[in-house]
């Protein structure tokens, strides 16, 4: 038995392909384009380790994947596969369509014509499990009931608007052709391997290299944050447990304001690796212009993945900001490497300084 993951060099399918070997012996067959986001360091403690498999190529290569799914015949697909931050979106969506919504398309397509020749007690077992996110559920006002399954789907960046899309194929793919799979929705990560164009991982490399810190308009909106390693956790659950077809959106219950985020990292960053002057860190906070759209709040009611699988995040988010800022601090090799060449165009782009 394999799964086949998709996306597996990034954020959050390294974590996941980590955590998975780290549980059990089924072998991950894993597939990433190796995108400026992929990053074959963040596995490097796998090699050598026949358990892992790993396969360069797009997820809208139908070619490269019906090989894949073929020759490892896996009882699962995970797809994490995507362009996955807002600003890029903004700035060139064409990326997000092509990866976000056709890529999904031509891997869905040839999931379903491997899952239709399948032997048909493999074919019942078989799943197909989209990553998605809490954004497609739009804004929220300060005062609202955090996004349910059941919440209308509304997005507002080019991003959430490819990933809504993503998801929609995926629900006709189970209405119309059967095929099993299941959709899970998830608020904020962060953790270790997170690359640092996302907000808590841009403050801390640019507090320890003295730079300013970034916080868009006014700092108040809200997001809700959950520690990547309890993300992957849900999505095993999930997968062991989920009713083919249904959506199971996943949370940390820890709503906070980007400015609180800002300050509690710097209040980490004091005590840990204190600046040589003996100002605070949050001395280096700098509002800058707003993003465009900005979503002002997101909140999950992750009571469904509770009642149904009894998952629940083990880390709270003072416990899990801490291991992250400690992670970093003790991985400045892993920084070093990921701002290369292509990272300075980007903070240059975004931020107006290399
Ligand atoms: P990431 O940007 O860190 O990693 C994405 C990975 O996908 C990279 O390794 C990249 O090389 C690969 N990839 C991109 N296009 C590809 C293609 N066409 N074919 C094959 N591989 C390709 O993203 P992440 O933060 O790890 O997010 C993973 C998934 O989780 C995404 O689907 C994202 O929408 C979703 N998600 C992320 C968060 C978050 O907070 N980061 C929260 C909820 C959901
Ligand atoms: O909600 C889930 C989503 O979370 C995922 O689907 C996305 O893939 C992931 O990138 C993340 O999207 P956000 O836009 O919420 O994450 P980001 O880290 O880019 O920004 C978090 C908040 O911080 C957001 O309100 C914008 C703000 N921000 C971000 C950056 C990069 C700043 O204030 N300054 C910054 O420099």
Redesign the pocket.
């Known amino acids: 038995m394999a799964i086949l993951i998709?996306?597996g060099?990034?954020?959050?399918?390294s974590n996941f392909v980590l955590d998975w070997l780290a549980g059990c012996n089924e072998p991950v067959v894993n597939?990433?384009?190796?995108?400026y986001?992929?990053n074959l360091d963040n596995l490097s403690g796998l090699q050598g380790d026949a358990r892992h498999i790993f396969a360069q190529g797009?997820?809208?290569d139908s070619v490269l994947v019906a090989g894949l799914l073929a020759r490892h015949r896996p009882r699962a697909v995970l797809n994490?596969?995507?362009?996955?931050?807002v600003d890029r979106s903004i700035h060139g969506p064409e990326d997000f369509i092509q990866?976000n919504i056709v890529?999904t398309f031509r891997l869905l397509e040839a999931v379903r014509a491997y899952w239709a020749a399948l032997p048909l007690q493999e074919q019942t077992q078989f799943r197909f499990l989209h990553?998605?996110?809490d954004e497609v559920y739009g804004t929220l006002a300060k005062d609202d009931a955090p996004f349910a399954e059941t919440h209308r789907v509304e997005p507002n960046s080019p991003y959430s608007a490819s990933?809504a899309a993503s998801d929609h194929l995926v629900r006709a793919w189970h209405h119309t052709y059967g095929v099993p799979v299941l959709t899970t929705n998830?608020?904020?990560?962060y953790g270790p391997y997170h690359?640092p164009e996302k907000l808590i991982p841009l403050m801390i490399v640019n507090a320890l290299a003295g730079k300013p810190l970034p916080v868009y308009g006014d700092g108040q909106q809200i997001r809700d944050w959950l520690y990547v390693k309890d993300h992957c956790s849900a999505i095993r659950c999930v997968l062991a447990g989920g009713k083919a077809g249904e959506t199971y959106n996943i949370g940390g219950w820890n709503e906070k304001p980007n400015i609180e985020i800002v300050q509690t990292v710097c209040a980490l960053l004091d005590e840990l690796r204190p600046r040589a002057d003996g100002q605070s860190y949050t001395s280096q906070i700098t509002f800058v212009q707003d993003r465009p759209g900005h979503d002002r709040r997101y909140a999950i009611d992750a009571r469904k993945i509770e009642r149904e699988l009894g998952w629940r995040p083990a880390e709270t988010f003072e416990t899990g900001i801490r291991k992250t800022v400690q992670w970093y601090l003790n991985n400045p090799q892993w920084v070093q490497r990921v701002q290369s060449g292509s990272y300075r165009n980007w903070v240059a782009k975004q931020y107006g300084v290399a």
């Open positions: 998709t996306g060099a990034g954020f959050i399918g597939l990433d384009k190796l995108s986001a992929g797009d997820i809208g994490f596969a995507a362009e996955s931050h990866t890529g990553v998605s996110t990933k998830c608020s904020n990560n690359f």
